[in-house]
């Protein structure tokens, strides 16, 4: 922080935040920072930054899964200290009540690769029945998918998965995901744009929601 702040730099892009993050709000106090991702912290209200409704687009993934004849829908949701961990288990939980399903199966990871596998046996341990998984990252995704796998369940036919972000590791994964896609190189271009007009002396949007859409693969 007090490279930041001393002079060193015109401005910041700051990625993957969490809510006990306070420093960056002084930041921005001083220098013109833009988001990517809504930050949590109380003192960022008047934050610049670049996000997706991670809560509708969650809820579109966990509709998919059930409009595919999925019942028994279970989560490894995001981190909890983070604003994409809380608004996609958020949109999981509404898909599932507005379809009238429980929305209990609930296990928290932590974006990472290891986290999901973790995570998902946790799962599967309390919730053996679950016919299909929202992840809240493509990356523990593939965890969830190897773990199925490993206890001899077939994906998509016993259990789907639904991933989150379409990045490279939803490719990468043993049988290619089934995910909802965010826009993560228009993201970062906009973010960038922003701060380049802030520097200018531009007014510029504090806010700006980019659209997503579930891409269809093998494991849902």
Do not use: C
């Not at 990625?15 to 006990?20: G, I, P």
């Not at 420093?23 to 912290?41: H, K, M, N, Q």
């Not at 989560?75 to 399903?101: E, F, H, N, S, Y």
């Not at 199966?105 to 016919?131: C, K, Q, S, Y």
């Amino acid at each position: 922080m007090g490279y930041l702040l001393g002079g060193n730099v015109d401005g910041a892009l700051v990625v993957s935040h969490h809510t006990d993050d306070h420093l960056l709000a002084e930041l921005g106090a001083s220098i013109p920072v833009v988001f990517g991702g809504r930050p949590l912290d109380p003192q960022s209200t008047d934050s610049y930054y670049v996000d997706v409704d991670n809560a509708i687009a969650a809820a579109d993934g966990t509709r998919y899964l059930i409009e595919h004849g999925r019942r028994r829908i279970g989560t490894v949701a995001g981190p909890a200290d983070m604003p994409a961990g809380i608004d996609r288990l958020a949109g999981w939980q509404k898909a599932l009540t507005d379809a009238g399903l429980e929305s209990t199966a609930v296990v928290r990871g932590d974006f990472t690769l290891a986290g999901g596998v973790r995570a998902t046996r946790e799962l599967l341990d309390a919730h053996p029945d679950l016919d299909a998984i929202f992840v809240a990252s493509d990356l523990m995704a593939m965890g969830t998918v190897t773990v199925l796998r490993e206890r001899g369940l077939s994906v998509p036919d016993q259990v789907a998965v639904m991933g989150f972000d379409d990045s490279p590791a939803a490719l990468a994964s043993e049988i290619p995901l089934t995910t909802v896609r965010q826009p993560s190189v228009e993201q970062g271009e906009r973010m960038a744009r922003i701060l380049l007009g802030l520097l200018d002396g531009e007014t510029m949007p504090r806010r700006h929601i980019m659209p997503t859409e579930v891409v269809v693969r093998a494991s849902a």
